[in-house]
């Protein structure tokens, strides 16, 4: 089993900035991709940005030159630093990870953070 536990939501003004921590422990052999979705109420799930183990990052289209994914293996954590944020932008940030437990590959999530913009 692999546990997520996620940082850094909140409520921030329209333009203000975030960081997003999400840390896993457990038992397991690597943790492969992490990432970051998230969901508006009403909306479903959407991606926001993932990483590869050796640094390959992808971002949704909307978040692209705002935000930034990075991630430090040897803590196994994963973080979102999110500038320009828009009132678009809130939702429930949830951190995703796949792990690679006795060879094979199996999707972790977190809780979920909440985050706001007010404008």
């Known amino acids: 089993q692999v546990q997520l536990v996620e940082s850094g939501g909140g409520l921030v003004l329209y333009g203000g900035s975030l960081r997003l921590s999400c840390a896993a422990s457990?038992?397991?052999?690597?943790?492969?991709?992490m990432g970051w979705y998230r969901q508006a109420p009403g909306k479903q799930r959407e991606l926001v940005a993932t990483i590869t183990s050796d640094g390959r990052t992808n971002y949704a289209d909307s978040v692209k030159g705002r935000f930034g994914i990075s991630r430090d293996n040897d803590k196994n954590t994963v973080y979102l630093q999110m500038n320009s944020l828009k009132p678009l932008d809130t939702a429930v940030y949830y951190c995703?990870?796949?792990?690679?437990?006795?060879?094979?590959?199996?999707?972790?999530w977190g809780q979920g953070t909440q985050v706001t913009v007010s404008s």
């Open positions: 457990g038992r397991f052999f690597s943790i492969n991709d």
């Open positions: 995703y990870a796949r792990a690679l437990i006795d060879h094979i590959a199996v999707d972790y």
